[in-house]
């Protein structure tokens, strides 16, 4: 079966590698027909989901996993819902409306959307498909790894933003598919959503109290319980940074790159402008884009001005 992901480009800038005096090396996950990588462990969740028979997909999302469904099961033919959080942004919404599916707001928080949707799943025996937390997913996301491999040389680590954790979850597979094992991982949250960090520092699964964060995309209260067992097994290194550098970061990026992302993946960014210092020990470095359709240019500049 064709898979509905895209294989996305590395690339570089001058400018960046120049003033950092490193290698950076961008996976531009930003470049999928959804704007995320969410279509890539998603869209191989749907495809499963589909091929085992069931004509209706229900997910939970705070946004990007939800888009990426909703394309997925446009593209299969299937009904989808997607039950998102009160936070989730109109620009979001309007995407997965545009790709035909249902869309109901419900909770404050992902969590609370999450138990709705499980219940919908029950009530009209529907395939669910976790935004995270699924092997499925974590192997399609892993599909990102296999590319790079092919794309540059061995980087001396890699920087990856956390909310669920799937994506991590994926990368950590991959690197460990193709005898990358060693190169540690820089797992990024921001300030108000680091819900992995919490978790890293205990050595256990943390579940937070709340999301304050505008990063509403790295909204999880609790990561997913496979980044606990990779702790150790794999180097990783738990970094958290504010809204407000997520936001610059975002902006700076959309200068360099001409591409818009969410404060979700600014936070990872933000290592390559005001958090260098965190990249010191290293001189070559991928840095995963995982994108985020859920903002406007406008919205960033008016978080920028708020913050």
């Known amino acids: 079966m064709q898979a509905l992901h895209l294989e996305t480009p590395v690339h570089q800038s001058a400018a960046i590698n120049a003033r950092l005096n490193k290698n950076i090396y961008f996976k531009m996950d930003c470049y999928q027909p959804v704007g995320s990588f969410k279509i890539r462990g998603i869209g191989a969740l749907c495809q499963k989901a589909v091929a085992e028979g069931k004509t209706r997909l229900i997910s939970s999302s705070g946004g990007n996993a939800g888009y ?5 099961g446009n593209q299969l033919g299937v009904h989808v819902t997607v039950v998102v959080p009160e936070t989730t942004t109109e620009t979001a919404i309007q995407r997965m409306k545009e ?3 249902e ?3 419900y909770g404050k928080v992902w969590n609370e959307a999450d138990a709705h949707a499980r219940e919908l799943v029950a009530e009209h025996n ?9 092997p499925a997913i974590w192997t399609g996301h892993a599909s990102m790894i296999d590319e790079t491999v092919h794309q540059m040389g061995k980087p001396d680590a890699v920087v990856v933003a956390v909310g669920g954790g799937g994506l991590m979850a994926g990368v950590l597979e991959g690197l460990h598919e193709n005898d990358w094992q060693d190169i540690p991982v820089i797992a990024v949250e921001t300030e108000g959503a680091a819900s992995f960090a919490a978790s890293h520092q205990a050595r256990e699964l943390v579940k937070i109290s709340e999301i ?4 509403k995309t790295l909204g999880a209260l609790e990561v997913t319980s ?3 067992d990779w702790l150790d097994k794999h180097p990783i290194e738990s970094v958290i940074v504010s809204d407000k550098e997520a936001v610059t970061a975002c902006l700076n990026f959309a200068d360099d790159f001409r591409v818009i992302v969410e404060p979700a993946c600014g936070a990872a960014l933000s290592l390559i402008y005001d958090n260098a210092h965190t990249l010191e020990n290293y001189s070559s470095v991928l840095m995963i884009v995982c994108g985020g359709a859920g903002v406007t240019i406008q919205q960033l500049l008016e978080w920028q001005e708020t913050l």
Do not use: E, R
């Open 68 to 72: 990426a469904a909703a394309y997925s």
């Open 99 to 101: 790709q035909n599916a």
């Open 103 to 105: 869309v109901i707001v």
């Open 126 to 134: 529907a395939a669910y498909i976790h935004p995270f937390d699924n």
């Open 212 to 215: 304050t964060s505008i990063a």
């Open 226 to 228: 496979v980044l606990v």
